[in-house]
């Protein structure tokens, strides 16, 4: 069994023991009489070839493993075989559809296309359009148990869109453009290293991701005179400085070789070994100064680049702070703002002095009738009291007229109330007058009764000859 048949199966969640017969037979009649049956089981197969793919597991006919394409044909199949379910005889078809439904493009019209593919001439292309140049190249959709067909080289987009992000989101790391150019050598690298594959990508892969960037995600450059003298510059600074390494390690040795041979006294071999390592030097010593001049002429390149950047959001700010002033106008203009301004704010206020004014008469109207509903207040509390006073006075006649007739205790508590001014809750109306007590006991009935109307009176207000006549 071979790792990408181990890697299929191993796809539990998508290849379940029961599911399994069904992906590796000729489901490719499903399509008309079980259309969800079918494109589950293209979708499945699709998606285990890219996953497949991205692990490294599809090579190429050189043995180097594809990423980013799919070569189809016999040697997939041979890969894909089971010695218990045979080869999936329905894998042509599944090419097929995803070729239709823009997941899987052709590898040499990918590169030569001058479009991008998410422009309409790729995406919006219908599958009988497809199908029908597919059987125009000798491609038919027939079973697979009788299809012949050539290997086919094609490029997985779902594979080569993901990458791109991947890479995208390593590169935010550098800051500069001149950081930010590379040759393709060391743009492999970094790709390399932003993907953690272990080794450098295979030269199809590269060339199609290289495409990819630039016509379809125009995140990337590859034909600027400018970037290609500083790709090769920095290339050049790699370079140097991978040979002032290997100098180092040469004069290391010599000096090695030549100690060796003063312990031996071996004249010629420690002469011969004293002047590699004098020539080592000379050339490390040419090489470091090389490298010295062409890093500050990338540091400069570096410096203009980045004043480059600065002079142009000067530029563009100086275009925005224009266009401002020119909505705001001149001096003159934002002087006359500022006196209009004034003008309709004094008349603010002196609308507002009028409105206060009204509201202080309005108030003091107010005011006035609020006094005069207090003064009827008064009067009708007084009243009111007036008349509880004359029915209190009332209920003390009617007690005194009855006062020999009452029990022993309760003359006695009438006597005491008098004497003490108690109020108590049973006696409240006789405790009020208890001073005039004994004078009207001796009151006729007549009198008291005639009299009556003006003992709830205070006493201030009545006169000398309004007083109860008393017998001798």
């Known amino acids: 069994m071979s790792d990408l048949l181990k890697f299929v199966l191993n796809q539990q969640n998508q290849f379940r023991r029961a599911r399994i017969p069904s992906l590796f037979s000729d489901f490719t009649l499903q399509r008309y009489t079980n259309p969800d049956g079918y494109n589950a089981n293209v979708n499945i197969w699709e998606d285990v070839l890219c996953k497949a793919a991205r692990a490294g597991l599809i090579n190429g006919p050189d043995g180097v493993p594809l990423r980013l394409i799919l070569e189809t044909g016999p040697y997939l199949l041979q890969k894909l075989e089971s010695s218990e379910w045979g080869r999936p005889l329905a894998l042509n078809a599944v090419i097929d559809e995803a070729i239709a439904r823009g997941r899987m493009l052709p590898y040499s019209g990918f590169l030569t296309s001058a479009h991008s593919i998410y422009s309409q001439r790729w995406t919006e292309l219908p599958w009988r359009i497809v199908v029908w140049g597919l059987k125009q190249i000798g491609f038919r959709h027939t079973s697979s148990q009788t299809d012949n067909r050539a290997s086919r080289e094609l490029v997985l987009i779902p594979n080569i869109e993901e990458v791109a992000g991947k890479i995208m989101t390593y590169l935010e790391r550098y800051n500069s453009q001149v ?29 199609i991701l290289i495409k990819f960037l630039v016509r379809d995600r125009q995140i990337a450059t590859s034909d600027g005179h400018e970037d290609r003298a500083i790709a090769s510059l920095k290339s050049l600074v790699e370079d140097i400085a991978k040979q002032i390494h290997a100098l180092e390690g040469q004069i290391a040795v010599a000096r090695e070789r030549s100690q060796k041979a003063v312990e031996l006294k071996n004249r010629s071999s420690a002469l011969a070994a004293l002047r590699s390592k004098k020539a080592a030097e000379s050339v490390l010593s040419q090489r470091t100064d090389t490298l010295f001049q062409l890093e500050q002429i990338l540091t400069q390149i570096q410096n203009a680049s980045d004043q480059i950047d600065v002079v142009r959001v000067m530029k563009h700010s100086t275009e925005v702070l224009r266009g401002l002033n020119a909505k705001v106008g001149n001096a003159q203009d934002v002087e006359n703002a500022l006196d209009s301004l004034k003008e309709e704010m004094g008349k603010v206020e002196d609308i507002s002095t009028v409105i206060s004014e009204a509201g202080r008469e309005v108030h003091v109207a107010d005011e006035n009738e609020i006094d005069e509903e207090l003064d009827a207040l008064l009067r009708q509390k007084e009243r009111a009291e007036e008349q509880r006073a004359t029915e209190i006075t009332k209920q003390r006649l009617a007690d005194i007229e009855n006062v020999d007739n009452l029990e022993p205790s309760r003359a006695q508590q009438l006597m005491l109330s008098k004497d003490e001014g108690l109020t108590t809750p049973k006696a409240a109306s006789e405790s009020t007058s208890s001073q005039e007590l004994d004078s009207l006991k001796h009151m006729s009935l007549h009198e008291g009764k005639a009299s009556s109307p003006d003992l709830g009176r205070p006493s201030h207000s009545r006169n000398e000859s309004d007083k109860p006549m008393v017998e001798a």
């Open 179 to 207: 950081d930010r150019t590379f040759t393709t050598a060391m743009f492999s690298r970094e790709v390399a290293t932003a993907l953690d594959i272990g080794g450098e990508l295979a030269e199809k892969d590269l060339t």
